[in-house]
């Protein structure tokens, strides 16, 4: 592999952990055996570790080394980072296919608005797409794009990964992403579209993404059936 830096060696092992080459509660190799592996400084190793224990990946035992505490029961999302749907079922090695139901231009009213937090007068793609995980369909996705940001969206195109066209095509650049989890119950559109395998709730994320200009350009709200997700963040105590 050459010489790593400390990012490089975190992703490898990020992908080995994912991929359960480490079991839960099993511990990885040493400093010593991963600097050897990579061919460079144990600092280097400290730090890769350090982004693990960041996001949830492992913990440092004292006396022991480092454990994994990942788990792969569930499909999960990093409620703290900036991760479009398709980044995180990729991570959790789950096949996926995205259906798009609705999709129409519209211009943000009174009510609007207030639900989206959006401009009165906002022009926006209004698009309505289905999640299907593995075959059983357990996201509904409503988005809201501003049309001046996200610019000539298709329906092809919000059937792939619309955060990829926004940054790799028009070159637009995603900084800030506020999200709010509440529990609703399942609504006409939910209960048509949605395996709710007999729940009658959702777990909703509502987002709220900015650009570098700091221009709100979308609002979505994300429908997941309650049992098949799980949404967590990492946070190390400090004394």
Same mark, same amino acid.
């Given at each position: 592999?050459?010489?790593?830096?400390?990012?490089? !060696?975190?992703?490898?092992?990020?992908?080995? $952990?994912?991929?359960?080459? %480490?079991?839960?509660?099993?511990?990885?190799? @040493?400093?010593?055996?991963?600097?050897?592996?990579?061919?460079?400084?144990?600092?280097?190793? *400290? *730090?890769? $570790? =350090?982004?693990?224990?960041?996001?949830?990946?492992? #913990?440092?035992?004292?006396?022991?080394?480092?454990?994994? /505490?990942?788990?792969? @029961?569930? !499909?999960?999302?990093?409620?703290?980072?900036?991760?479009?749907?398709?980044? =995180?079922?990729?991570?959790?090695?789950?096949?996926?296919?995205?259906?798009?139901?609705?999709?129409?231009?519209?211009?943000?009213?009174? @009510?609007?608005?207030?639900?989206?937090?959006?401009? !009165?007068?906002?022009?926006?793609?209004? /698009?309505? &797409?289905?999640?299907?995980?593995?075959?059983?369909?357990?996201?509904?996705? /409503?988005?809201?794009?501003? *049309?001046?940001?996200?610019?000539?969206?298709?329906?092809?195109?919000?059937? #792939?990964?619309? %955060?990829? %066209? /926004?940054?790799?095509?028009?070159?637009?650049?995603?900084? @800030?992403?506020?999200?709010? $989890?509440?529990?609703?119950?399942?609504?006409?559109?939910?209960?048509?579209?949605?395996?709710?395998?007999?729940?009658?709730?959702?777990?909703?994320?509502?987002?709220?993404?900015? +650009?570098? +200009?700091?221009?709100?350009?979308?609002?979505?709200? =994300? &429908?997941?059936?309650?049992?098949?997700?799980?949404?967590?963040? =990492?946070? #190390?105590?400090?004394?």
């Amino acid at each position: 592999m050459g010489k790593a830096v400390y990012h490089d !060696i975190y992703l490898e092992l990020k992908k080995e $952990i994912e991929e359960e080459q %480490y079991a839960f509660k099993e511990m990885l190799p @040493t400093e010593h055996a991963l600097a050897s592996r990579f061919h460079c400084s144990r600092n280097t190793v *400290r *730090r890769a $570790i =350090s982004e693990l224990v960041k996001v949830g990946y492992v #913990q440092s035992v004292r006396g022991k080394g480092v454990m994994v /505490i990942h788990q792969h @029961t569930s !499909i999960e999302f990093m409620f703290g980072g900036v991760e479009s749907m398709k980044e =995180s079922l990729t991570r959790n090695h789950k096949t996926f296919q995205t259906k798009v139901v609705h999709f129409e231009e519209l211009t943000i009213d009174a @009510t609007l608005a207030e639900k989206t937090m959006l401009p !009165i007068g906002t022009e926006v793609f209004y /698009i309505k &797409r289905l999640r299907l995980v593995e075959e059983e369909a357990l996201i509904f996705d /409503i988005n809201y794009f501003d *049309r001046k940001v996200v610019r000539n969206l298709t329906p092809e195109k919000a059937a #792939q990964s619309i %955060y990829e %066209y /926004i940054e790799d095509e028009l070159h637009v650049k995603i900084v @800030t992403s506020k999200r709010y $989890i509440v529990v609703e119950k399942a609504l006409q559109d939910d209960k048509k579209h949605l395996d709710l395998a007999g729940y009658d709730c959702l777990a909703v994320v509502k987002n709220y993404a900015y +650009d570098a +200009d700091g221009t709100m350009f979308e609002y979505t709200e =994300s &429908r997941h059936r309650p049992d098949r997700f799980v949404f967590f963040d =990492s946070a #190390q105590r400090l004394k």
